[in-house]
């Protein structure tokens, strides 16, 4: 046997081994500093006697990023359409909160009860083009909307 050959290869295996470890680390170090941005549905609570509003809150965790639009999406069609009149700065570890007005609730609520959705996505972008998205089942959204009536009753007939 010859042994210099064996121990060329060997030595071909472990360097080989050795580059996909050191790109895996660079990969899991670079990781906190990727745009991470979480998109939630909910209801904003008042201390004060107005009635709770729907709000899609934006959670970032990472960089810096611009907020450009946020859309209420089924099967990849727009059903609901929330400008934001100008790009809004999301700083690292903050939270912007868009309050919907009724005439995008009421479009919301359109769609749910004309099309037997079950789950609608909720799109963010920013002004890069780059998507952060979220799902929410359409049995919370009632909830959410019963509370928000007092009334404890799902609407919709869901």
Not at 51 to 59: D, G, H, L
Request: proline letters at 3%.
């Amino acid at each position: 046997m010859n042994w210099d050959l064996f121990w060329s290869a060997f030595g071909a295996i472990g360097t080989t081994a050795g580059a996909f470890l050191a790109a895996a680390s660079i990969i899991i170090a670079l990781k906190p500093y990727r745009k991470r941005l979480t998109v939630k549905f909910g209801m904003k609570g008042y201390a004060d006697e107005k009635s709770p509003e729907f709000s899609v809150e934006c959670y970032n965790i990472g960089e810096s990023v611009y907020l450009e639009t946020i859309g209420i999406y089924y099967k990849k069609k727009i059903i609901v359409d929330c400008p934001l009149w100008e790009p809004q700065l999301l700083e690292t570890n903050s939270v912007y909160c868009y309050i919907m007005d009724d005439r995008e609730i009421d479009a919301l609520n359109h769609h749910i009860e004309k099309s037997d959705i079950k789950v609608f996505d909720i799109y963010v972008y920013d002004v890069q083009g780059k998507r952060y998205q979220s799902k929410m089942d359409v049995e919370w959204y009632n909830h959410i909307v019963a509370a928000r009536n007092g009334t404890g009753v799902i609407i919709n007939g869901r």
